[in-house]
């Protein structure tokens, strides 16, 4: 059986709706970007997986945030190779430039973070939660 997380399964239409971006925006991405990051060519569509919208929505909420949008995909693939726990936080210094930083916590552990400078802070635990039951919706509609 395939894995759901990752089966491409999923529309333009439905990925930007499900990543909360315009179909305009995801189209632009689609052409600017590094596709392969999260979409999947099949004849004249394109095609999405729940992990892929994860990875669009991570990276809108990261460029609203300030960072460059290459870099934003980049590092939201880095981090949503495996859906992560519904409580989780995605904590990322602001103005940081690297793929790899940024980090998951429980949403329980935030009253405790040492703040001296700031910090982006996206609860993706309960995004990527809501991606997953959108997603499971389709595909039970489509059955």
């Known amino acids: 059986?395939?894995?759901?997380?990752?089966?491409?399964?999923?529309?333009?239409?439905?990925?930007?709706?499900l990543a909360g971006i315009r179909r305009s925006t995801l189209d632009m991405w689609c052409i600017r970007q590094p596709v392969e990051l999260f979409s999947e060519k099949?004849?004249?569509?394109?095609?999405?997986?729940?992990?892929d919208i994860a990875?669009?929505?991570?990276?809108?909420?990261?460029?609203?945030?300030?960072m460059v949008l290459l870099t934003a995909i980049a590092c939201a693939y880095e981090h949503m190779q495996e859906p992560p726990a519904g409580d989780a936080i995605f904590v990322i210094p602001a103005g940081k430039?690297?793929?790899?930083s940024g980090r998951f916590i429980p949403d329980r552990d935030v009253p405790r973070?040492?703040?001296d400078k700031s910090l982006i802070l996206i609860p993706i635990g309960q995004m990527v939660a809501g991606i997953n039951a959108?997603?499971?919706e389709l595909r039970q509609r489509a059955a």
């Open 55 to 66: 990875v669009l929505r991570l990276a809108h909420e990261l460029e609203r945030g300030g």
């Open 97 to 100: 430039l690297s793929p790899r």
């Open 1 to 17: 059986m395939a894995d759901p997380w990752r089966e491409r399964a999923y529309s333009v239409g439905e990925a930007a709706t």
């Open 42 to 51: 099949r004849g004249h569509r394109r095609w999405f997986s729940p992990c």
């Open 113 to 115: 973070l040492q703040v």
């Open 134 to 136: 959108a997603c499971a």
